[in-house]
């Protein structure tokens, strides 16, 4: 290494080198050997129906039924016909993110920043700018071009949105600008941050939404400008962030600091604590994100533009009622819980310390429901939204039990895997990845079983599947909470407590769906679900998870 | 009473306090019947452990430089120290020695040593106790 | 008997702890007694860290026992953190946290808590009651950890390397906590430090680890009383340090070299002779030389 850019290029390169080999791999494995592949299969990748008309073939005449070998061709063939479109956006993205060339700032704690280590070495600003962002350009550009020329892609609407050079061209100016200049404004940066990835992977659906397609060239030069600029600046301290004080000193004069109340009581404090670190954001962030539609649709009669389409306003509904599923299940696994030195020496016991936890929980859940249905009782102002409703065929006594279960859910998300979070083994929180590979395994297996005459059997399999869950569930918790009761973890009276109160929960949703569908053929088995749902033994294991992580 | 002691000296810190008692007194920067502070004021004021103050003030105390008034703080003890002229002349010996095989180390003759103890005591100005 | 009716403060009994393949602790013994300044001093890595979260009930005893007050800190959490103040090296405060609100918050978990004490304090300190934690500086970071650990007046102060990193001016601050809460009856202080000069002046009691073990324990007075430093010189030039029994540690250089030994101040000036050295000057070493000898004479 004997020049400044040798250097860089050798670092990038070592930092990434197992990522590099994967990706090149990657190239030439769809480029060798998936032509023999398809060609085997009898699949044309240029055909943008291929995928449509095996299945229109192939599929079995009613009454034949559907064999399991006819449902692993189906998923082979959905591979063979997304398969490159996939591992192309993924390696794009990942030399995208190589290149925005990000390390942990330990001044400033800041996860995302420009190394700032290389501002004290003897090269210029213009230097390490032009040549990071040159040898990124080149880099996207030649991944690219292997891509579209050495593998036979299949032309689909789903992928093809990302056949664009120039929209990752301007994916990786953008990045580079937000992550390099905007440093000293985090929030704004994560907003932003937000905004452009969710902006580019949603591209194949801008058109429903907004009528024209994003202009790219104006945020390239936008993206290469500001990271430029930005760049100089950082080096040299001259951007402060938000500096801002309240406005007006004079005519709204500050109140005297006076000394805060008292806490009633430790567990009060403790909830306090709670609400302040977490369940503040999570709400504000709910109810960010449920705006979201009604922005748009301000947006849009600002523009002038027509009304949105019944399936747009569905892909609404279903956005708003994933929200909180979602930011809860990131709450939930999020590894700032793992870092609690302050709070593990406080003199509360495990068992107050998680009742916080789980009361937090408790908050933000019924807080963010209440948001989602108040903003779905609005939808009806962006559109026409009885067209909508109509094409969902559900009862709307369902709908009720089905808010009901997704209540439960979300709590269940943020509070139900805290004992493996707390206990701090990230390798059991690998269990939560099965949940949602379980739901579309389920449901190809029922229809597997109705098609072919098995239903019968296969209900019987799964009502003696689930309840053995149950019973596992079941002698679980009593394990659990006889641990946390004889090591002193937890009081009795908490015990009794929390039994009684999940009794009531899972009577509160059993017994109207017993009433209403007791002559169903599934009832027994959601039943079941429902009983499983509402976390049991995960909260008797939650204090020997905590005492295992506050006494190492 | 200003007082410095520093660590690392060699010599441990309660004797460093007592010894700059004694030398204020002898020095009369001190007169018999002042009140000096408190164990813990002292402590405060030095940085010290009070326990280093206390030992200080006991071996004072035990010389008769100091005593304890009951209640009321401790005292720069009046002329007519209640040790007998022979135990002072012992503590005094002591000292001596060390001071005897200091100078021997150094080559320094027990004459010429007696006469700097003479242009020191002279500096110094005399007091009636000690 | 109550528990909290033993003279002792704190009570480690033949603790050992691993990590992995690394022995951090090995069969350490000490205690310190009620109302009087325990130091634990050692180099870095030494072990006073991972002895001092056995003490707070981060770390559970692998074998062996630890006892704070009588109670387990494993088994009774409460009750041991209800007495202890704990000033930590990492001083992990809540960042997103204000000053008035980490005191109100930690007001509700003591109930020996005294508001007016706390005020005057966070005054004396000169900590601005809106400012957010992550907006201070170290050392104001600093006095507001050893606030929220000296309001309540706990009866024991726990102080992990309290003054690492920090000006002369914040660790006046700490020394006077240090002797302001030892000063008050029955209260006792132990914390751990690599810079002796402190613990030289405040320290009752002294305890040095070395690689996981103790290898130096007791009243410091007696510490320093035990150890002498000797000048030899030797009849001939000495090419690397000669053996002499009962010397911890020699350096210098050719005939003449200085000598930190512990134990019978005769036998080690005969076996020195034996060696073909006498003594030329003799004094008391200062708690550094000790230390740095103890060490082996590897850098502190």
Same mark, same amino acid.
């Given at each position: 290494?004997?020049?400044?850019?040798?250097?860089?290029?050798?670092?990038?390169?070592?930092?990434?080198?197992?990522?590099?080999?994967?990706?090149?791999?990657?190239?030439?494995?769809?480029?060798?050997?998936?032509?023999?592949?398809?060609?085997?299969?009898?699949?044309?990748?240029?055909?943008?129906?291929?995928?449509?008309?095996?299945?229109?073939?192939?599929?079995?005449?009613?009454?034949?039924?559907?064999?399991?070998?006819?449902?692993?061709?189906?998923?082979?063939?959905?591979?063979?016909?997304?398969?490159?479109?996939?591992?192309?956006?993924?390696?794009?993205?990942?030399?995208?993110?190589?290149?925005?060339?990000?390390?942990?700032?330990?001044?400033?704690?800041?996860?995302?920043?420009?190394?700032?280590?290389?501002?004290?070495?003897?090269?210029?600003?213009?230097?390490?700018?032009?040549?990071?962002?040159?040898?990124?350009?080149?880099?996207?550009?030649?991944?690219?071009?292997?891509?579209?020329?050495?593998?036979?892609?299949?032309?689909?609407?789903?992928?093809?949105?990302?056949?664009?050079?120039?929209?990752?061209?301007?994916?990786?100016?953008?990045?580079?600008?937000?992550?390099?200049?905007?440093?000293?404004?985090?929030?704004?940066?994560?907003?932003?941050?937000?905004?452009?990835?969710?902006?580019?992977?949603?591209?194949?659906?801008?058109?429903?939404?907004?009528?024209?397609?994003?202009?790219?060239?104006?945020?390239?030069?936008?993206?290469?400008?500001?990271?430029?600029?930005?760049?100089?600046?950082?080096?040299?301290?001259?951007?402060?962030?938000?500096?801002?004080?309240?406005?007006?000193?004079?005519?709204?004069?500050?109140?005297?600091?006076?000394?805060?109340?008292?806490?009633?009581?430790?567990?009060?404090?403790?909830?306090?604590?709670?609400?302040?670190?977490?369940?503040?954001?999570?709400?504000?962030?709910?109810?960010?994100?449920?705006?979201?539609?009604?922005?748009?649709?301000?947006?849009?009669?600002?523009?002038?533009?027509?009304?949105?389409?019944?399936?747009?306003?569905?892909?609404?509904?279903?956005?708003?009622?994933?929200?909180?599923?979602?930011?809860?299940?990131?709450?939930?696994?999020?590894?700032?819980?793992?870092?609690?030195?302050?709070?593990?020496?406080?003199?509360?016991?495990?068992?107050?310390?998680?009742?916080?936890?789980?009361?937090?929980?408790?908050?933000?859940?019924?807080?963010?429901?209440?948001?989602?249905?108040?903003?779905?009782?609005?939808?009806?102002?962006?559109?026409?939204?009885?067209?909508?409703?109509? +094409?969902?065929?559900?009862?709307?006594?369902?709908?009720?039990?089905?808010?009901?279960?997704?209540?439960?859910?979300?709590?269940?998300?943020?509070?139900?895997?805290?004992?493996?979070?707390?206990?701090?083994?990230?390798?059991?929180?690998?269990?939560?990845?099965?949940?949602?590979?379980?739901?579309?395994?389920?449901?190809?297996?029922?229809?597997?079983?109705?098609? +072919?005459?098995?239903?019968? +059997?296969?209900?019987?399999?799964?009502?003696?599947?689930?309840?053995?869950?149950?019973?596992?569930?079941?002698?679980?918790?009593?394990?659990?909470?006889?641990?946390?009761?004889?090591?002193?973890?937890?009081?009795?009276?908490?015990?009794?407590?929390?039994?009684?109160?999940?009794?009531?929960?899972?009577?509160? @949703?059993?017994?109207?769906?017993?009433?209403?569908?007791?002559?169903?053929?599934?009832?027994?088995?959601?039943?079941?679900?429902?009983?499983?749902?509402?976390?049991?033994?995960?909260?008797?294991?939650?204090?020997?998870?905590?005492?295992?992580?506050?006494?190492? | 009473?200003?007082?410095?002691?520093?660590?690392?000296?060699?010599?441990?810190?309660?004797?460093?306090?007592?010894?700059?008692?004694?030398?204020?007194?002898?020095?009369?920067?001190?007169?018999?019947?002042?009140?000096?502070?408190?164990?813990?004021?002292?402590?405060?004021?030095?940085?010290?452990?009070?326990?280093?103050?206390?030992?200080?003030?006991?071996?004072?105390?035990?010389?008769?430089?100091?005593?304890?008034?009951?209640?009321?703080?401790?005292?720069?003890?009046?002329?007519?120290?209640?040790?007998?002229?022979?135990?002072?002349?012992?503590?005094?010996?002591?000292?001596?020695?060390?001071?005897?095989?200091?100078?021997?180390?150094?080559?320094?003759?027990?004459?010429?040593?007696?006469?700097?103890?003479?242009?020191?005591?002279?500096?110094?100005?005399?007091?009636?106790?000690? | 008997?109550?528990?909290?009716?033993?003279?002792?403060?704190?009570?480690?009994?033949?603790?050992?702890?691993?990590?992995?393949?690394?022995?951090?602790?090995?069969? @350490?013994?000490?205690?310190?007694?009620?109302?009087?300044?325990?130091?634990?001093?050692?180099?870095?890595?030494?072990?006073?860290?991972?002895?001092?979260?056995?003490?707070?009930?981060?770390?559970?005893?692998?074998?062996?026992?630890?006892?704070?007050?009588?109670?387990?800190?494993?088994?009774?959490?409460?009750?041991?953190?209800?007495?202890?103040?704990?000033?930590?090296?990492?001083?992990?405060?809540?960042?997103?946290?204000?000053?008035?609100?980490?005191?109100?918050?930690?007001?509700?978990?003591?109930?020996?808590?005294?508001?007016?004490?706390?005020?005057?304090?966070?005054?004396?300190?000169?900590?601005?009651?809106?400012?957010?934690?992550?907006?201070?500086?170290?050392?104001?970071?600093?006095?507001?950890?050893?606030?929220?650990?000296?309001?309540?007046?706990?009866?024991?102060?726990?102080?992990?390397?309290? +003054?690492?990193?920090?000006?002369? @001016?914040?660790?006046?601050?700490?020394?006077?906590?240090?002797?302001?809460?030892?000063?008050?009856?029955?209260?006792?202080?132990?914390?751990?430090?690599?810079?002796?000069?402190?613990?030289?002046?405040?320290?009752?009691?002294?305890?040095?680890?070395?690689?996981?073990?103790?290898?130096?324990?007791?009243?410091?007075?007696?510490?320093?009383?035990?150890?002498?430093?000797?000048?030899?010189?030797?009849?001939?030039?000495?090419?690397?340090?000669?053996?002499?029994?009962?010397?911890?540690?020699?350096?210098?250089?050719?005939?003449?070299?200085?000598?930190?030994?512990?134990?019978?101040?005769?036998?080690?000036?005969?076996?020195?002779?034996?060696?073909?050295?006498?003594?030329?000057?003799?004094?008391?070493?200062?708690?550094?030389?000790?230390?740095?000898?103890?060490?082996?004479?590897?850098?502190?």
């Amino acid at each position: 290494m004997h020049t400044p850019a040798a250097a860089l290029a050798w670092e990038l390169w070592r930092r990434h080198r197992k990522g590099v080999i994967i990706v090149v791999g990657l190239v030439l494995a769809f480029a060798l050997v998936y032509p023999m592949l398809c060609m085997r299969a009898g699949f044309n990748p240029y055909n943008p129906n291929a995928a449509d008309e095996f299945v229109g073939n192939t599929a079995p005449v009613s009454g034949g039924g559907i064999s399991l070998f006819w449902c692993v061709r189906l998923m082979y063939i959905m591979f063979l016909a997304n398969g490159p479109g996939l591992a192309m956006v993924a390696t794009l993205g990942y030399v995208i993110w190589i290149f925005t060339f990000t390390e942990f700032d330990r001044s400033t704690k800041n996860p995302m920043s420009f190394p700032a280590r290389l501002f004290t070495l003897p090269v210029s600003t213009p230097f390490l700018f032009w040549w990071l962002w040159l040898a990124g350009m080149v880099a996207i550009v030649v991944l690219y071009g292997s891509w579209v020329h050495f593998v036979r892609l299949p032309r689909d609407e789903m992928f093809g949105a990302y056949q664009n050079c120039f929209a990752w061209l301007t994916l990786l100016a953008l990045l580079q600008a937000i992550v390099w200049a905007l440093a000293v404004w985090p929030g704004t940066r994560t907003l932003l941050l937000i905004v452009v990835l969710f902006g580019f992977l949603s591209s194949p659906v801008w058109r429903n939404v907004f009528e024209s397609p994003i202009q790219l060239p104006p945020l390239f030069l936008a993206g290469v400008v500001l990271a430029r600029i930005g760049l100089q600046k950082m080096r040299h301290g001259q951007w402060q962030g938000w500096t801002w004080r309240w406005p007006f000193p004079a005519i709204v004069a500050r109140k005297e600091w006076r000394e805060p109340r008292r806490f009633a009581s430790p567990a009060h404090a403790q909830l306090w604590f709670e609400w302040c670190r977490f369940t503040r954001i999570l709400c504000i962030g709910v109810a960010l994100l449920a705006l979201v539609p009604f922005v748009i649709l301000l947006v849009r009669v600002v523009a002038g533009l027509a009304p949105l389409q019944f399936e747009t306003l569905l892909g609404f509904a279903g956005y708003l009622v994933v929200i909180p599923i979602f930011t809860h299940f990131c709450a939930g696994a999020s590894p700032g819980r793992a870092d609690q030195s302050f709070l593990l020496i406080r003199p509360l016991t495990n068992g107050e310390m998680l009742m916080a936890m789980l009361k937090a929980a408790a908050i933000s859940t019924v807080f963010s429901w209440v948001v989602v249905l108040a903003a779905l009782g609005a939808m009806p102002l962006l559109g026409d939204f009885q067209l909508a409703e109509q +094409s969902v065929s559900v009862f709307p006594q369902c709908r009720a039990a089905i808010v009901l279960i997704l209540i439960f859910l979300t709590w269940r998300l943020a509070a139900g895997n805290l004992c493996l979070v707390l206990s701090g083994s990230w390798w059991l929180v690998g269990e939560l990845a099965l949940v949602p590979l379980a739901i579309p395994g389920g449901l190809m297996l029922f229809l597997l079983a109705e098609n +072919s005459g098995y239903s019968d +059997s296969f209900r019987q399999l799964v009502t003696g599947l689930l309840a053995g869950l149950v019973a596992l569930k079941f002698l679980l918790a009593f394990l659990a909470f006889r641990v946390s009761l004889k090591r002193g973890l937890l009081a009795p009276s908490s015990v009794v407590g929390y039994l009684v109160v999940w009794s009531l929960l899972v009577a509160a @949703v059993l017994i109207p769906t017993l009433i209403l569908f007791h002559d169903e053929e599934w009832i027994l088995p959601v039943s079941l679900v429902i009983v499983l749902l509402v976390p049991l033994a995960r909260i008797g294991f939650c204090p020997i998870g905590l005492a295992r992580s506050r006494h190492a | 009473m200003q007082l410095h002691v520093s660590t690392g000296d060699g010599l441990p810190i309660y004797l460093q306090i007592a010894n700059q008692v004694k030398y204020l007194v002898a020095s009369g920067r001190l007169a018999p019947g002042d009140e000096i502070p408190p164990i813990r004021v002292l402590a405060h004021q030095l940085l010290v452990n009070p326990n280093t103050v206390a030992r200080a003030y006991l071996e004072l105390e035990r010389e008769g430089v100091v005593q304890k008034r009951h209640g009321s703080g401790t005292y720069i003890s009046d002329a007519g120290s209640p040790l007998a002229r022979k135990e002072r002349l012992k503590i005094l010996s002591e000292r001596i020695d060390a001071l005897l095989a200091e100078a021997r180390h150094l080559q320094v003759e027990p004459l010429e040593l007696l006469r700097v103890i003479k242009e020191r005591s002279q500096t110094i100005q005399p007091k009636e106790n000690k | 008997m109550n528990p909290s009716d033993t003279l002792k403060a704190v009570e480690i009994a033949g603790l050992s702890r691993r990590f992995g393949a690394k022995l951090a602790l090995n069969q @350490v013994s000490l205690q310190a007694a009620r109302g009087r300044v325990f130091g634990l001093v050692g180099a870095n890595g030494a072990g006073k860290t991972t002895l001092i979260k056995h003490l707070i009930g981060r770390l559970k005893a692998q074998s062996g026992s630890v006892r704070v007050f009588g109670f387990d800190p494993v088994a009774d959490p409460v009750a041991v953190l209800s007495r202890i103040g704990y000033l930590s090296e990492n001083r992990d405060l809540p960042a997103w946290m204000r000053v008035d609100e980490l005191l109100r918050y930690t007001e509700a978990f003591y109930p020996g808590w005294d508001r007016a004490y706390a005020g005057q304090l966070r005054e004396q300190f000169g900590l601005d009651p809106r400012a957010k934690i992550k907006t201070l500086s170290r050392g104001e970071n600093a006095k507001a950890g050893l606030l929220i650990a000296l309001a309540y007046r706990p009866e024991l102060l726990l102080l992990d390397e309290p +003054s690492s990193g920090l000006d002369p @001016v914040v660790r006046r601050d700490i020394l006077e906590a240090i002797i302001r809460t030892v000063a008050d009856e029955g209260r006792t202080v132990f914390f751990s430090s690599h810079l002796l000069e402190e613990v030289d002046r405040v320290a009752d009691d002294l305890a040095m680890i070395d690689n996981g073990r103790i290898v130096l324990a007791g009243a410091l007075n007696e510490v320093k009383e035990n150890h002498h430093r000797l000048v030899l010189r030797f009849d001939s030039p000495q090419s690397s340090a000669p053996k002499v029994a009962g010397i911890l540690s020699l350096t210098g250089g050719g005939q003449e070299w200085t000598a930190i030994c512990n134990g019978k101040l005769e036998e080690v000036v005969a076996a020195a002779a034996r060696a073909g050295g006498r003594v030329v000057a003799e004094g008391s070493p200062s708690l550094d030389e000790i230390f740095v000898a103890w060490a082996g004479a590897k850098p502190v």
